[in-house]
């Protein structure tokens, strides 16, 4: 059963300059093995990863239905890739529903549709 779905896009250059400033943006919004995938990615695909990613955990809190705040941190939700290269969307460590994320030349968009068995 389908219990939320969230949409969210954000433009590359605003996700490179805030990343440019510091690596507290990107450690804010990447957990630990985010961080380490980010890590072994070219310049460009840094910021595809990082707009990516922050783009897939915006629309899981409007999924959620919490937006994100003290119920539903930024680190709290992950996306994880299979051993096919799909990735899943997971909250508090557990596996919540589906995600597809995209890229342009200048925008990185997610949805997520959240559901249970």
């Given at each position: 059963?389908?219990?939320?779905?969230?949409?969210?896009?954000?433009?590359?250059?605003?996700?490179?300059?805030?990343?440019?400033?510091?690596?507290?943006?990107?450690e804010r919004?990447?957990t630990?093995?985010?961080?380490?995938?980010?890590?072994?990615l070219?310049?460009?695909?840094?910021?595809?990863?990082?707009?990516?990613?922050?783009?897939?955990?915006?629309?899981?809190s409007?999924?959620?239905?919490?937006?994100?705040?003290?119920?539903?941190?930024?680190?709290d939700?992950?996306?994880?890739?299979?051993?096919?290269?799909?990735?899943g969307?997971?909250?508090?460590?557990?596996?919540?529903?589906?995600?597809?994320?995209t890229?342009?030349?200048?925008?990185?968009?997610?949805?997520?549709?959240?559901?249970?068995?």
């Amino acid at each position: 059963m389908i219990t939320g779905i969230g949409l969210d896009i954000v433009e590359l250059r605003r996700i490179a300059k805030l990343d440019s400033k510091s690596a507290k943006f990107r450690e804010r919004i990447l957990t630990r093995q985010e961080l380490s995938e980010y890590g072994r990615l070219s310049d460009k695909r840094k910021v595809e990863f990082l707009a990516g990613r922050f783009a897939a955990k915006e629309a899981f809190s409007k999924a959620n239905g919490s937006g994100i705040g003290k119920a539903c941190s930024f680190q709290d939700i992950e996306v994880r890739k299979d051993e096919n290269g799909k990735p899943g969307i997971y909250f508090q460590q557990q596996e919540q529903g589906l995600v597809s994320i995209t890229h342009t030349k200048d925008y990185a968009a997610a949805q997520v549709l959240l559901q249970t068995n």
